[in-house]
């Protein structure tokens, strides 16, 4: 926008403009002195009613023989103060203060009246923004680019312009990707803009496959990080189950599926082929920090064809205190209230044999696990719990 303001001072004839700020001054520096006032806004008035009149001017040049100058130029420092005045400055300050530079702020104001339409200020900011482009101050034309796209107005051409020339800039600042970026924005308001803005960035055979080359580089990348992203899961998923078969072997926990328990290669390789996926009830063996294993379990009630499941079944908890916990209260099923935790027991299955094993029920998961012919199906131990009141129970 200062581009703008000074193109705007410089616009002015040099000496016309001398003599407004020598009469600018006179009414700021003068009029303030208390007499002669009258006699002054006398010569102004004159002045006003026949400005052409050569005695008039005389008369009111006169009125400044006459009077006592102040505010000008110091002769100590007259290029400071010199440099102050709008049109002879050598460099437009990058931030106006209006205390400093009151006479430019003022004409920064002129140009970029906020009260203009979204639309006249996005196009102002596009004359600025050319000017810094011809001018080969690229970043400054982007800015002024951004500042236009900013106000967002509803003018498609204009916007698509801005994007454009933004792209141009950004091209010869070396930018190829927010160039390019720029260049479907644009294509997106216009699309008959595509002829213009590739001549406009004058993006050649070489450099077009470069962008390609790049953007399928990044691709690429994204596609190896996500990879690495998913063989790292594998990896830590990997290392978990070989815990889980470690802690699993050390405890002498028996698998249904393996016929051969002495092959710790075929166990292995079983175990880790069922850890890899969640049973059907959406739960999985986990072992904890202190190395300590949980189980989903189920217990099946014959009696009723019915089961509970347990997601994490603790192997240092005991059956007791499951059931008195799901059997405090009689089920709705229970119509001759059968069911307490004083009148059940579990038992095991041995499909092999078909037979069952009554298990204490205040012993803990992990040793009832560790019977020698129990085995586990589908890393999920399944639990028979009946009730026998009247001590009629199982045997083997």
Known sequence: MFLLTTAFIASINCGYYILFLFIVEYFLHFTALGPGLEGRASAVEQHEQDPTSDDTMNSFLEKFQSQPYRGGFHEEQWEEEFEKVPLFMKKVPSEIDPRENPDLACLQSIIFDEELSPEEQANTYKDEGNDYFKEKDYKKAVISYTEGLKKKCANPDLNAVLYTNRAAAQYYLGNFRSAVSNVTAARK????????IRGGLQIDAKVKKLLEMRAKADK????????????????????QNEALLEAVKARNIRFSETTCEDEI????EFFLEELSSENHHGARLNLDNQGRLSWPVLLLYPEYAQLDFISAFHEDSRFIDHLMVMFGETPSRDLKQKYCSDNLEVYVEDEDRAELYRMPAKGTLLQVLQHHRYFVKALTPAFLVCNYP???????
């Open 220 to 239: 690429l990348k994204q596609i190896e990080q996500r990879d690495v992203g998913k063989s790292n899961l594998k990896e830590k998923e990997r290392n």
């Open 390 to 396: 009247g001590g009629e129970r199982c045997t083997r």
């Open 265 to 268: 290669s075929e166990l292995g």
């Open 189 to 196: 308001l216009k699309s008959c803009y595509l002829k213009a």
